[in-house]
């Protein structure tokens, strides 16, 4: 079930324009105490790192295809990096790296693999991201966000950033899958070459004779079965 939420949320960055690596795991060879019989483990897992570029848009003919302004708002004319983590459970915290509200490796690891800034200046965008979980400057912003069913609020006014399953549904239901009818093109978007999890989805986002309510809620429970 975790895995069909993960690469939901995968498709849904992409459909916003994102590239995205998955399960980005930070890897530990200084601690002797991870590395067992010649096997290095690892610090911490990230669902999923999203980039999304500066000007990155879709045109068909006349048709922008829509994008979802809770996830790309914000960041007009610069590098957007999302560090995601997928929440399926009832558990819907941080991972342990990010509650510990102090700059770490594994945060640093993340934005020297992104690449975006020199040696010298990683220290300050992971502090930023540690303390407050957003870094911003005139070139690009980064963002850690959480997808769950619904957000923690301790940590949500802590700065966490949070999405929820039902919004990103919501947006395939009512806005990505709209673009079409409202430009005249026609009634559906789907494609046999996406994953197979996101063309379900889409199956039961194109009915539009049906309550766009029906098909969320449809669509959450295929994620959830």
Not at 36 to 60: F, K
Not at 94 to 105: F, S
Not at 142 to 164: D, K, L, T
Request: aromatic share 10%.
């Amino acid at each position: 079930m975790a895995d069909k939420y993960e690469r939901f949320i995968a498709s849904y960055l992409r459909l916003n324009g994102y590239f995205t690596v998955p399960n980005f795991i930070v890897h530990v060879a200084d601690d002797p105490m991870r590395v067992s019989t010649g096997q290095v483990g690892n610090y911490t897992e990230t669902d999923i790192i999203g980039v999304r570029m500066p000007y990155s848009r879709e045109i068909i003919g006349q048709l922008h295809i829509a994008n979802h302004p809770v996830l790309i708002d914000g960041a007009t004319g610069k590098i957007d990096v999302v560090i995601a983590e997928v929440k399926s459970g009832t558990d819907n915290r941080p991972n342990r790296v990010w509650r510990e509200a102090k700059t770490n490796h594994a945060i640093t690891y993340m934005a020297r693999f992104v690449g975006l800034h020199a040696e010298s200046d990683l220290g300050q965008v992971a502090e930023f991201l540690a303390t407050t979980f957003r870094y911003e400057d005139e070139r690009c912003r980064f963002r850690y966000i959480v997808f769950a069913p619904s957000a923690n609020e301790h940590y949500q006014e802590m700065g966490v950033s949070y999405i929820s399953f039902r919004e990103a549904i919501s947006f395939i239901v009512e806005v990505r899958g709209q673009c079409w009818i409202e430009a005249n093109i026609g009634v559906a978007s789907s494609h046999h070459q996406w994953d197979s999890l996101l063309v379900q989805i889409f199956d039961v986002a194109n009915r539009v004779d049906q309550p766009a309510n029906d098909r969320v809620q449809e669509i959450e429970s295929l994620l959830a079965t």
